[in-house]
């Protein structure tokens, strides 16, 4: 760290997931998420109607240095591209020996998780789950309920994402509504 950063406070609004200055606002449609979802039919025929808002992260703004955590609310809306919920890109940390921790705010999703090597791990999501995502592990969020899903994440500030490996292979699981509730898929 180079120069001396002083303490700040934010509000966040749980149900919104909105999150006072210092934030960034970075919004996903269902355009940047072109090739990730399985039923590619499907997603062409929604784009071709409309172009909905999958997802908002305020990012709160510290210096991308090491010693800082940078920390985001992220807010999934509710709806599926066919029978997939919608999803996060995914990512793994362009560093890959850093971790972090998403607690949920508000409605109900999963976090999946995989590594190069092939292993994966699913956590169900409801309002107060901490989840840890320990080194190594790719991760994507998803809403499977009918209202937003908001969580807060934190992570080295440092950390950087590498979404590359995503978009080339894919997730390795899915998260489909199968009779009328989610189910996790590899
Ligand atoms: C989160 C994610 C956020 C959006 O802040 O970046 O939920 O997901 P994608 O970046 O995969 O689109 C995080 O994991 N940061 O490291
Ligand atoms: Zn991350």
Redesign the pocket.
């Known amino acids: 760290m180079t120069k001396l950063t002083f303490p700040f406070k934010v509000d966040i609004d749980f149900a919104t997931g909105h999150v006072t200055a210092p934030a960034k606002v970075?919004t996903?449609r269902l355009s940047d998420l072109q090739g990730l979802f399985m039923d590619s039919a499907a997603y062409e025929q929604m784009l071709s109607r409309e172009n909905p808002v999958l997802?908002d992260?305020y990012?709160i703004q510290v210096p991308e240095e090491a010693g800082h955590l940078?920390s985001?609310t992220?807010v999934i809306y509710p709806g599926k591209v066919g029978k997939e919920y919608f999803f996060?890109?995914?990512?793994f940390?362009t560093i890959e020996e850093t971790a972090?921790i998403?607690t949920c705010l508000r409605g109900e999703g999963y976090l999946l998780m995989m590594t190069r090597d092939g292993r994966s791990r699913a956590i169900k999501m409801t309002p107060g789950v901490s989840a840890y995502?320990p080194p190594y592990w790719a991760?994507?969020?998803l809403n499977c309920g009918g209202e937003p899903f908001v969580?807060y994440?934190v992570?080295p500030a440092d950390?950087g994402?590498d979404?590359a490996a995503?978009l080339d292979k894919g997730f390795k699981q899915r998260v489909m509504e199968v009779d009328g509730k989610p189910a996790v898929t590899e």
Request: with cysteine; hydrophobic share 30%; charged share 20%.
């Open positions: 970075l996903r997802y992260v990012e940078a985001c992220t996060t890109k995914g990512h940390h972090e998403y995502i991760h994507r969020t969580f994440g992570w950390a994402h979404y995503i």
